[in-house]
C-alpha cells in the first residue's frame, strides 16, 4: 500500500488540476473508505477551528451525508449507479486533498484573506464540476450549476441543523 499511496495522492491531485477523470480511479469500497475517513478527519479538524468538536463532527457527517445522497440520487436518476464508488472516491480524495491544504494553510495563517478562501471555495466548487461532468455525462457549466446547488443545499441543511441545535439548547 506505501508504494500506491503516492500514486493516488497524484491521481487526486491531477483531478485537483482537472487533467484527470474519477473514472482513472480505482473502482474499490476499501479506497473509498479510506478517503472518506480522511475526508472527514480534515473536514472536523477544520471545523472545529470555530466549533466545539460536537459540533465539529456533526456539520462534517452533515457534508458528507449531503455529498453521498445528492451524488447517489444524481446518479440513479441519469441510469449511471454503477459509477457510484469510483465518482464518491473521487469526491472523497479531492476533498481530502483540499482539506489537508486547507488546515495546513489555516494552522500557517490564522488570518487568511476572503479573497483567497472565495478563490479556495470557487476552485472546490470547479473541482467537484469537472468530477461531475465525467460522472454525469454532461458539460462542465451543468456540473459547476449542481457543485453551486450542493453548496447552497449543504447551507441551508447546517443552517437548519444548527437552529434546531440552538432551539433544543434553549
Given amino acids: 500500500?506505501?508504494?500506491a499511496l503516492p500514486l493516488l495522492i497524484n491521481a487526486f491531485w491531477g483531478m485537483?488540476?482537472?487533467?484527470?477523470?474519477?473514472q482513472d480511479v480505482p473502482r474499490s469500497s476499501a479506497l473509498l473508505a479510506l478517503v472518506t475517513a480522511l475526508n472527514l478527519l480534515f473536514s472536523v479538524l477544520i471545523n472545529?477551528?470555530?466549533?466545539?468538536?460536537?459540533a465539529a463532527v456533526l456539520v462534517a457527517v452533515v457534508e458528507l451525508t449531503v455529498l453521498f445522497g445528492l451524488t447517489a440520487?444524481?446518479?440513479f436518476y441519469r441510469r449511471l449507479s454503477p459509477r457510484l464508488t469510483q465518482t464518491m472516491t473521487a469526491l472523497m480524495g479531492t476533498g481530502a486533498i483540499i482539506g489537508a491544504l486547507v488546515l495546513l494553510l489555516l494552522w500557517s495563517f490564522p488570518q487568511i484573506?476572503?479573497?483567497l478562501r472565495l478563490a479556495i471555495f470557487l476552485w472546490n466548487l470547479l473541482i467537484m464540476a469537472h468530477i461531475l461532468r465525467h460522472a454525469l455525462g454532461v458539460h462542465l457549466a451543468v456540473g459547476f450549476l449542481i457543485a453551486i446547488?450542493?453548496?447552497?443545499?449543504l447551507v441551508q441543511?447546517?443552517?437548519f441543523v444548527d437552529g434546531l441545535l440552538g432551539a433544543a439548547a434553549a
Fill in 149 to 153: 446547488g450542493y453548496a447552497v443545499a
Fill in 113 to 115: 484573506p476572503q479573497l
Fill in 157 to 159: 441543511l447546517i443552517w
Fill in 1 to 3: 500500500m506505501s508504494a
Fill in 16 to 22: 485537483c488540476v482537472l487533467r484527470i477523470a474519477p
Fill in 48 to 54: 472545529q477551528l470555530q466549533l466545539d468538536l460536537g
Fill in 73 to 75: 440520487t444524481l446518479l
